[in-house]
């Protein structure tokens, strides 16, 4: 069996998950102190998750605030669905991009009032096409379709409509949206690595952008994130009602701290937490090429979110969001844990 043909096996028993997950697990139940539900979506991105969840740490530190917390956890695939769980009161947490956030926080103003908790770190996301053709985002044709976690919403979406808007103009920044269409990360990567499909672009994130480009000699990148954004971002975040943090200041208080181990953890012990990720991910990936995904210079598991403003000012310019902040503080609830943000 051939290496492309050994990673599409491995992809595939991903595909669907988050559906399957959103219909079984999520109730209408009010949230109270003590229970937590968090979303997450795929990728290595929500490593700081995996890691607080295999080593429990929520319930280590929710014993340090006198609780015992009953975490539960839900996987879902585009910041679309994430949203309307939070906005359910489905979950308490939503995990999602800074597009999907900045969407939820513009429409919730005055309302449910939500604000970002953490970020998930800084990763570069990669637009990777398996057309030998494409150089530039400019080479795409109508018989091309770029496979995004959420059309218009997501924030490779949006990472998109920022690099069209830098090359065509600010009147052109949904110039692609046409050619884009929603796919889960797992099953996006499997079509990009097989070939053959009208799928021959998809702007994913760690690690399927890399088992891409593994899998499919002729696989490359067309765009990276970090170039679209005008540096390191923080592309995934987390976020909350006013109304949850609000009401359960112990619950939040040991998730966020959850987190901070995890960051450090993963820090100084990325063979291991490319280990948990396995684990937790039921991923069929090699160790090592994980581990040096963690290790990319260009990763870092930080919990202040760097280089968002910009790009909301950006998504406020174009029409996407009604409401300007005046800095990221807007959108960010005040923590210590995030107040180095930018």
Do not use: C
């Not at 091309?144 to 990472?159: E, L, N, T």
């Amino acid at each position: 069996m051939s290496y492309a043909k050994k990673i599409l096996s491995r992809l595939t028993v991903f595909a669907g998950a988050g559906a399957m997950l959103l219909a079984g697990t999520m109730g209408q139940a009010m949230a109270e102190e003590g229970k937590l539900r968090i979303a997450e979506q795929f990728g290595i991105v929500y490593l700081l998750l995996n890691v607080a969840r295999d080593q429990q740490l929520i319930e280590k530190h929710g014993k340090e605030e006198g609780l015992d917390i009953d975490v539960d956890w839900v996987r879902l695939s585009g910041g679309s669905a994430v949203n309307d769980a939070l906005l359910s009161g489905s979950v308490d947490i939503a995990g999602a991009g800074i597009g999907p956030l900045l969407t939820i926080w513009d429409r919730t103003q005055g309302k449910q009032n939500v604000k970002g908790v953490a970020s998930l770190g800084n990763f570069p996301y990669y637009l990777v096409t398996n057309n030998k053709d494409i150089k530039s985002i400019a080479d795409f044709t109508d018989k091309d379709r770029i496979a995004v976690p959420a059309v218009g919403v997501s924030v490779q979406s949006r990472f998109l409509q920022l690099a069209a808007a830098k090359l065509w103009g600010e009147d052109q920044y949904n110039r692609l949206d046409r050619l884009t269409v929603a796919l889960p990360h797992p099953d996006a990567a499997a079509a990009i690595i097989a070939g053959g499909t009208e799928i021959t672009g998809h702007f994913g994130n760690p690690p399927f952008q890399e088992q891409e480009l593994a899998g499919n000699p002729d696989a490359h990148i067309v765009l990276k994130s970090y170039d679209a954004v005008g540096g390191p971002n923080s592309p995934t975040v987390l976020f909350a009602t006013e109304k949850f943090r609000a009401e359960n200041p112990k619950t939040y208080r040991a998730f966020q701290n959850a987190l901070a181990e995890a960051a450090e953890f993963i820090t100084n012990n990325p063979e291991e937490a490319a280990q948990i990720y396995i684990r937790v991910a039921n991923a069929k990936i090699e160790p090592g090429f994980l581990t040096e995904i963690i290790k990319n210079s260009d990763v870092e598991f930080k919990l202040a979110p760097q280089n968002t403003f910009d790009f909301s000012q950006f998504l406020h310019r174009v029409g996407a969001i009604k409401n300007k902040p005046e800095s990221w503080r807007d959108y960010f609830f005040e923590d210590e844990l995030t107040a180095q943000g930018s």
